[in-house]
C-alpha cells in the first residue's frame, strides 16, 4: 500500500510523502516515524516552528549539542523528505537559510503535542547521567 492523499500545497505540489506500507493499520504510524523520529529530526522541526527560518549557525545554536555533521545530515534527510527547505541566501558572505516546508508546517500539531506531553509527564533528570539518551 502506498499512502496519498489527493491534495496540493500552495504552490500546486503534491504535499505528501509516498511510502509503501504492507496494509497494516500502525503503518502511518512507523511510516510518520520513519520520517521525523530520528534522534534530531524532531528538535529541528520544532525549533523552527518555534523560531522561523535559521541559518545554520543559529539553528545549530538554538539545538543545543548537535554537531555541524550530524545537523547538515539530519537537515539533508528533511530537505530530501520535502519537510526542510535549503535556500541560498544572496548576501556577502552567501549564506543558507532553513525553513520548514508546508508539508514540514503540517507537523505543527504532532510536534506540538510531543511537547505538550512532555511537559505534563516528564521530569528533568537530577544528573546528566540519569538522562535518557
Known sequence: MSLRFERMDMN?????????CAGEDWCPVTSTMKLIGK???PVIIHRLLDRGPLGFT???????????KVLSDALDDLEENR???REIVN?????????LTDLGLSLEPVIFAMRDWGMEHLEPAEDESSSMA
Open 39 to 41: 534522534k534530531w529530526h
Open 83 to 85: 519537510l526542510v527547505n
Open 12 to 20: 500546486g505540489e503534491d504535499p505528501t510523502v509516498q511510502v509503501w
Open 58 to 68: 543559529a539553528l545549530q545554536k538554538e539545538v543545543d549539542g548537535v554537531s555541524s
Open 91 to 99: 548576501q556577502k558572505p552567501v549564506r543558507v537559510e532553513y525553513s
